[in-house]
Nanobody, 124 residues
Framework: QVQLVESGGGLVQAGGSLRLSCAAS????????MGWFRQAPGKEREFVAA????????YYADSMKGRFTISRDNAKNTGYLQMNSLKPEDTAVYYC?????????????????WGQGTQVTVSS
């Protein structure tokens, strides 16, 4: 069993930055890939980024490339999502997810555990 807790969300102006954290407990953090997804009101859950269990491979949604950076620190059992050049359309609840012994996936169905989410609001 893995427990995930996101933090770092908040209100930021367009063009600003936020760094989300995903603290993991339970099963060894380094044994699973991690993904970030987001969901805006009235919309489906959307893939943001993913990172393999080694950290050697990363994947991004096209609209996030060059603005968002996913990383992980296995020694701290924590994953991160650095978000720069934020836009109002980035407003959503952001979730981190864990995929056991995986390499990262763009599909939310491939993940085994989810955090409760953290709200990110970008004002224009």
């Amino acid at each position: 069993q893995v427990q995930l807790v996101e933090s770092g969300g908040g209100l930021v102006q367009a063009g600003g930055s936020l760094r989300l954290s995903c603290a993991a407990s339970g099963r060894t953090f380094s044994s699973y890939a991690m993904g970030w997804f987001r969901q805006a009101p009235g919309k489906e859950r959307e893939f943001v980024a993913a990172i393999s269990w080694t950290g050697g491979s990363t994947y991004y949604a096209d609209s996030m490339k060059g603005r968002f950076t996913i990383s992980r620190d296995n020694a701290k059992n924590t994953g991160y999502l650095q978000m720069n050049s934020l836009k109002p359309e980035d407003t959503a609840v952001y979730y981190c997810a864990a995929q056991l012994m995986g390499f990262g996936s763009r599909s939310y169905r491939d993940y085994d555990y989810w955090g409760q989410g953290t709200q990110v609001t970008v004002s224009s």
